[in-house]
């Protein structure tokens, strides 16, 4: 596998590619930003087409083996919002903070103090931006998403999630714990099964 040893997460997420560190420890990991490469135009309709989509971006302008995910917070009772929009639920730009208190108003407006949801991830790994036969898995982590908000770590919805056997939200978890139990630590757990085969 070409450059197997480097890997191009194909994110200029920072928190993200700080988790794929971690994950990766024996790999050098190189983000978006490490080569001037933008952020690829996510318009895809599912987090597969999305995680392919930023692939085949990040593969074709760094020409290493890159590895895309896409996830996001889904809410089944908010018809699967925020979904694939998650990063931008309260418009192009919007913060993490901003996102949350998106998804709090909505819960506000039906009345309901949680819902059931999940976390969901996606990931995509290309030897090149032709390959054929890409890696693909995916991961999630069962809860509740809640109008209290609460812990200092994670990011994105981390501080309203409440996975399922925990009674703190998923920005309160440990992050070495939160590294095992994760949508992103599960796919990841696959997709190196995949890779090292």
């Not at 596998?1 to 994110?11: R, T």
């Not at 690829?40 to 930023?54: M, Q, V």
């Not at 059931?116 to 999630?140: F, K, Q």
Request: net charge negative.
């Amino acid at each position: 596998m070409k450059n197997s040893n480097e890997i191009l997460i194909a994110s200029s997420n920072q928190g993200k590619v700080k988790e794929f560190k971690k994950l990766f420890q024996d790999h050098k990991i190189f983000s978006l930003s490490d080569f001037d490469i933008e952020d690829a135009i996510e318009n895809g309709s599912s987090f597969f087409e999305n995680a392919l989509i930023k692939a085949k971006h990040g593969s074709l302008y760094s020409e290493k083996f890159t590895i895309a995910d896409d996830s996001g917070l889904v809410v089944p009772d908010l018809n699967f919002e925020p979904g694939i929009y998650s990063a931008r639920y309260a418009g192009e730009g919007s913060s993490d903070k901003e996102n949350r208190d998106h998804l709090i108003n909505k819960l506000n407006l039906i009345k309901k103090e949680e819902l059931d949801a999940y976390y969901v991830c996606v990931l995509v790994g290309l030897r090149s931006v032709d390959d054929p036969m890409p890696i693909i898995t995916h991961g999630e982590i069962h809860g509740k998403v809640s109008i209290k908000s609460s812990g200092d770590g994670g990011f994105g919805y981390d501080k309203i999630f409440y996975p399922l056997g925990y009674d703190c939200s998923m920005a309160s978890i440990d992050s070495e714990i939160k590294n095992k139990i994760s949508h992103r630590a599960i796919a990841f757990k696959k997709f190196i099964e995949k890779y090292s085969s």
